[in-house]
Structure formats: C-alpha cells, structure tokens
C-alpha cells in the first residue's frame, strides 16, 4: 500500500494494535513549533490526535504529556486531526492515568463535603415498568451515555480549558463504563430471556 497517498481510513484499516479511546491533553512538538494537542485514542504504536495547527504528513514529531514523551511521525493529517506513528512502543496505561493536581483535589474534596453535607437523594425514575427494570435502566444509561458525550465535545472545543483541566477526560471514561454496563446488561437479559 502507498501510504504516501492513503486517505485516513484506509490508513486506519492497516494500523497495528488495538485503540483505547482517551480525552486527554498533551503538547505536539515538531521542528517548526508545538501546539496543544487532544489525544482521541492511543495505541502501543500510535495514536490519533487533534490540534489547531499540524505540521505536514512525514514530520518528525514529539508527543508530550508531562514527564511522558514519545517519538514518532505523522502517519496522515486531515483538517485538524492527525494520525501518528510511533518510533518505539509505549504504555498506554500510562498515558492515561490521571495527573495528580493537589489543588484540583482540594476542589475536589471540598464539592464532595458540601454534596455530602446536603444529604444529596437520587430521584426515582417514573415508569410503568417501575424504576429497577432492565428497560428503564438500558433507557436511562443511553441518556446519560449521550448526555455525557454532548457534555464531553462540548468542552473539548475549548482549548484552554481542556488544557488547564486534563481531568475533563473523565467524561470519556465514564461513557466507556456505561457502554461497557450496558453490553452485561444486554447478555444477562439475552441469557434469562
């Protein structure tokens, strides 16, 4: 294949490793600048990411977050998103843990105290099938799945604040758990049914 003139899905058809979805914040380096970039998903080998400005396919580039870099190239760049190639293999475990951010944490703590403190009840949801029932509960989980993804690419067009806030990736991660919860709970209901 001529990946010279591939187009981004015929690259992405041949790419080696597994994606693991991500939102997270790092910084694309190449020889002409950097950039703040978002890392969509991630691979041993690569990854694919979005940014203001790119530089061209065949650069050579660096992709930092934190103490965290890795070497590589742009594999194909298409309107603000890039694939990258990775020179050496990484952890993508890594990658993804989240940055200790002391006075985020106290924020943190802080909101918990005052949700805590306020006796904060779940309300009940209203159905004819009753609140617990695998429907409703399939029901409510795609709303909140979709819910958390509007939420998710909403903030992600704002660079700053993805950039002073790497954990807005959490979004992401809590739409994989709910789809994950819903894929149990479609086979428990296929294997009872």
């Known amino acids: 294949m001529d990946r010279a003139h591939s187009t981004p899905i015929e690259l992405a058809e041949h790419r080696q490793g597994a994606r693991t979805h991500l939102f997270v914040i790092a910084t694309l380096c190449w020889e002409a600048g950097s950039t703040p970039a978002h890392i969509r998903n991630m691979s041993s080998r690569g990854a694919l990411v979005e940014a203001a400005v790119l530089p061209k396919p065949g650069s050579l580039v660096i992709l930092k977050r934190g103490s965290l870099q890795v070497g590589g190239r742009i594999a194909w760049a298409a309107a603000r998103q890039a694939g990258l190639a990775f020179s050496a293999s990484i952890s993508v475990t890594d990658w993804m843990a989240r940055r200790s951010n002391a006075r985020q944490d106290q924020i943190d703590e802080i909101v ?8 904060r009840k779940e309300r009940p949801v209203a159905t004819a099938n009753g609140p617990d029932s695998p429907v409703v509960i399939e029901t409510e989980l795609e709303l909140l799945r979709s819910d958390l993804t509007q939420l998710g690419n909403g903030l992600a067009a704002d660079v700053v604040l993805v950039a ?12 994989q758990r709910i789809d994950r919860i819903m894929r149990v709970l479609t086979r428990d209901a296929l294997q009872t049914g």
């Open 112 to 119: 918990s105290d005052l949700k805590s403190a306020e006796g």
């Open 164 to 175: 002073t806030h790497p954990e807005i990736q959490l979004i992401d991660i809590a739409s």
